[in-house]
């Protein structure tokens, strides 16, 4: 048996930011994925890529 989900003010603004951007797109996953790949593509810099991103330390050999 499920439990009630308790609504989150801030997932369901995420949700229904998340929403209105489908919609501009007609619901279209391609050009909704065109859009997001525009907009990583202009925010680049901003952008932290998994080579860069600081290893953890292997503390198992110590």
């Known amino acids: 048996m499920m439990k009630d989900k308790q609504s989150d ?3 369901d603004e995420i949700r229904e930011v ?3 951007i ?3 797109f007609d619901h279209d996953p391609a050009r909704l994925v065109a859009y997001y790949m525009e907009l990583q593509e202009q925010y680049r810099d901003r952008l932290i ?3 860069d991103a600081k ?3 292997d503390k198992s050999a110590a």
């Open 9 to 11: 003010p801030v997932i």
């Open 18 to 20: 998340r929403h209105r």
């Open 22 to 24: 489908s919609a501009r």
């Open 49 to 51: 890529s998994p080579a």
């Open 55 to 57: 290893q953890p330390e």
